[in-house]
C-alpha cells in the first residue's frame, strides 16, 4: 500500500500489510505510543514502537507537533477505543516541534489564546472539526444549487456600487498615501481613485447577481464580501463569506420556500456525512454547559437541534404581527429580555429577534414585509405603499441568519426609491438598464455562511469559524 490517509487507514481491516502514513504527532507516551493525526479525520492512528529497536536521538525528537512519516505492520489494536495500529518498523522526521515553544499543547486551550494562533490552532481537535465541517457545508451548498439549475456566478470583488447603501464599505485606492493628489482647494481627490473611478471592496454581490439572473435564470454567488462597520460582536466580522441566489422569475413566496429548502438540506448534508465531528463538537458543548447554571443551559443538544432544524416548517410571520408580539410581550430583565418596542417602523433590535426566535416560537422565523423605510432601495414596494417584499430568515442563537427580498423591477418606482435616498442614476445606470430591457418579477437573499457554520458547529463566536478573521481589532495575520 502506498501514501495513504489516517481515515483510510482506520477503515481498513488489517491483512499484516505494510502502510506509510504521515501526519503530526499529537502526543507521544511511555516511550511508546504515538497517536498520529493527518487532519483527514478526528480519530489518531496509534502507532506502537519499540524504542530500543530506534536511536535515541530520534525519539527524543518526536514530540507533539512533530511531522513525521511511520512505516509498519498494520494490525489489529490490542488497546482500547481503535479497532487499528500500527506496528512500527521506521520513523521519517519531517519536521521537528521544540517542546519548550511548540504552542499546541496536548491540554485544553482557550479560544482567546488560539485565536492569537489562527496559524496553528486548526491542529487542535476543535478546529480541525470545525474547518472540516466548514468544508463540507461548502460543499453542500455548490451541490444544492448545481443539483437545482443554478449556475455559479463569480461576482466583482472590486465594484463601483454600494449594494446596501449602508456606507460601510472599504474603499479601493491606487493614491499614494503620502503623496495624494489634490483638488484646487487641497482636499484629497478621490476622483483620481483607481484608475479614475471611486471604487471598493463588495459589500454583497446582489446587483451583479441581478443582472446575471435576468439572463441565465437562476444563479448564486458564495464569495468573500467586506464591511467596513466597526462592529465588535460574536456575529460580526469585517470580511465574510456570503452566499446569494438570485432568481428572474421568483416572487418573495418563491424567495421564501428556497431559503427553507436550502437551509434544510445543507444541514441534512453534514448531519449525513458528518457525524463524527458534529459529535465531538456536541459532546464539547455539553462540557462547556456543565459549568452553567441550568436555567442558561440549551434546551437542545447540538444534533437535536439541528435535526430539528431539517424536520419543522420555518414559521413565517410578517412584520406586523411580529410588533404586536413583541408589543404584547411583558420586558423581564431577569431573564435578559427586555424587549419593550415602542412603534410600529422601529428596526428590530438582535434581542427582539431572539425573543421571537427563543422564546416565542422557538423555531426558525422567516420574518417578511418589513417597513420600506428600514430596508435598501431596491426592495420591491408593497401595495401598501409603506412596506416592502423584504424577508429576513432568524435563528436560535443566532439571530439573522439570511435577509433577502423580492427586487423593485418597476423603472418609475426605482427611480423614485432613489431620488429620495439621493442614490444618484448615473452610478447605477446599468442597474436601471435591466429595469429598462426586458425586466421582470426577480428575487433573491444572501445568507452568511460564518453563521450558517457558527449554527452548525455550534461556536459561540464567529471568529472561530474562519480561518484568519477579519475583525476591527484581529488583522495581525
Ligand atoms: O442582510 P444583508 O446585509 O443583505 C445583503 O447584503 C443582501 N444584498 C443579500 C441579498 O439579498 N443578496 O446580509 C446578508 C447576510 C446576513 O443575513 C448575515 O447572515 C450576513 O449576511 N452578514 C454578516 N455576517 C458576518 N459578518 C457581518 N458583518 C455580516 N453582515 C451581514
Ligand atoms: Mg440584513
Known amino acids: 500500500m502506498g501514501k495513504i490517509s489516517v481515515k483510510t487507514l482506520l477503515q481498513t481491516t488489517p491483512n499484516n500489510q505494510e502502510v506509510h502514513v504521515n501526519g503530526w504527532v499529537k502526543t507521544f507516551r511511555s516511550n511508546r505510543f504515538i497517536a498520529l493525526n493527518d487532519g483527514s479525520t478526528l480519530h489518531n492512528i496509534q502507532c506502537v514502537i519499540d524504542f530500543e529497536q530506534f536511536d535515541e536521538a530520534l525519539i527524543k525528537s518526536i514530540s507533539t507537533g512533530a511531522a513525521i512519516k511511520v512505516t509498519g505492520i498494520l494490525v489489529e489494536s490490542q488497546g482500547r477505543g481503535q479497532s487499528v495500529e500500527i506496528q512500527v518498523s521506521a520513523i521519517y522526521i519531517h519536521g521537528e516541534a521544540d517542546a519548550e515553544t511548540y504552542p499546541i499543547q496536548p491540554k485544553k486551550h482557550s479560544f482567546e489564546f488560539l485565536r492569537e494562533k489562527a496559524h496553528l490552532r486548526v491542529r487542535t481537535n476543535t478546529f480541525s472539526a470545525v474547518m472540516r465541517l466548514r468544508s463540507a457545508l461548502s460543499y453542500a451548498v455548490h451541490t444544492y444549487f448545481q443539483n437545482n439549475g443554478f449556475y455559479y456566478f463569480h461576482a466583482p470583488i472590486i465594484t463601483g456600487s454600494d449594494a446596501e447603501g449602508a456606507g460601510e464599505m472599504f474603499r479601493v485606492t491606487t493614491l499614494d498615501a503620502k503623496q495624494p493628489p489634490l483638488t484646487a482647494d487641497g482636499q ?18 446582489q446587483l451583479e447577481a441581478e443582472s446575471y439572473a435576468m439572463g441565465l ?21 469585517a470580511e465574510f463569506w456570503m452566499i446569494e441566489p438570485e432568481m428572474a422569475f421568483y416572487d418573495l413566496n418563491d424567495n421564501m420556500d428556497l431559503a427553507e429548502d436550502f437551509i434544510q438540506w445543507v444541514l441534512k448534508y453534514v448531519l449525513e456525512h458528518c457525524g463524527d465531528d458534529l459529535a465531538f463538537l456536541e459532546k464539547r458543548l455539553l462540557d462547556e454547559e456543565k459549568g452553567k447554571p441550568i436555567a442558561q443551559r440549551s434546551e437542545m443538544a447540538l444534533i437535536e437541534k439541528l435535526r430539528f432544524v431539517v424536520d419543522n416548517k420555518f414559521k413565517r410571520v410578517s412584520y406586523t404581527e411580529a410588533i404586536e408580539i413583541l408589543k404584547n410581550s ?54 401598501d405603499g409603506k412596506t416592502v417584499r423584504a ?37 447605477l445606470w446599468w ?35 474562519i480561518p484568519f478573521p477579519r475583525t476591527p481589532q484581529n488583522a495581525s495575520f
Open 330 to 383: 411583558k420586558p423581564n430583565k431577569k431573564k435578559k429580555f427586555n424587549y419593550i418596542i415602542e412603534e410600529w417602523g422601529a428596526d428590530l433590535q438582535s434581542e427582539h429577534e431572539r425573543f421571537l426566535v427563543e422564546k416565542h416560537f422557538k423555531c426558525p422565523v422567516i420574518l417578511f414585509d418589513y417597513p420600506a423605510d428600514i430596508k435598501a432601495f431596491y426592495m420591491r414596494l408593497n401595495e
Open 188 to 205: 484629497v481627490d478621490y476622483k483620481e481613485d483607481f484608475f479614475g473611478k471611486e471604487t471598493n471592496l463588495t459589500v454583497s454581490g
Open 217 to 237: 435564470g437562476k444563479v448564486y454567488t458564495f464569495g468573500p464580501t467586506f464591511r467596513a462597520e466597526n462592529s465588535n460582536t460574536s456575529r460580526h466580522l
Open 391 to 427: 424577508m429576513d430568515v432568524l435563528f436560535p442563537g443566532i439571530g439573522e441568519i439570511v435577509g433577502g427580498s423580492q427586487r423593485e423591477e418597476r423603472l418609475d418606482v426605482l427611480k423614485q426609491k432613489m431620488a429620495e435616498l439621493q442614490i444618484d442614476e448615473e452610478e
Open 431 to 465: 442597474y436601471l438598464d435591466l429595469r429598462k430591457f426586458g425586466t421582470a418579477v426577480h428575487s433573491g437573499f444572501g445568507l452568511g455562511f460564518e453563521r450558517l457554520v457558527q449554527f452548525t458547529t455550534g461556536m459561540g463566536n464567529i471568529r472561530d469559524v
